[in-house]
Nanobody
């Protein structure tokens, strides 16, 4: 059975950093387009970053360019989202998504709160 599990969220001050992890089980994450999405109260879920292998290609939404980095460890079947220089507007629940053909898997989300 396929699962995605996110971790690494928490409370951080503005300007701080967090690294989110998305671990896959039951399927090979490297075959999938993997995205990080976020949703804050009263707002639609938005795509933050995604990565695709073979060759590696990445995408970032404008608001996080230069601050967030998405990467993948095939040996660990894991995708990471390194978030630097965090801002209060980055506060949201962050979700990992793996998509390939008709497969569309979501994790349960991890809360990121940026506040002083």
């Amino acid at each position: 059975q396929a699962h995605l599990v996110e971790s690494g969220g928490g409370l951080v001050q503005p300007g701080g950093s967090l690294r989110l992890s998305c671990v896959a089980s039951g399927f090979t994450l490297g075959w999938y387009t993997v995205g990080w999405f976020r949703q804050s109260p009263g707002k639609n879920r938005e795509g933050v970053a995604c990565i695709r292998s073979g060759p590696t290609d990445t995408y970032y939404t404008d608001s996080v360019k230069g601050r967030f980095t998405i990467s993948q460890d095939h040996d660990k079947n894991t995708v990471y989202l390194q978030m630097n220089n965090l801002k209060p507007e980055d506060t949201a629940v962050y979700y990992c998504n793996g998509r390939y053909a008709t497969d569309d898997y979501w994790g349960q989300g991890t809360q990121v709160t940026v506040s002083s």
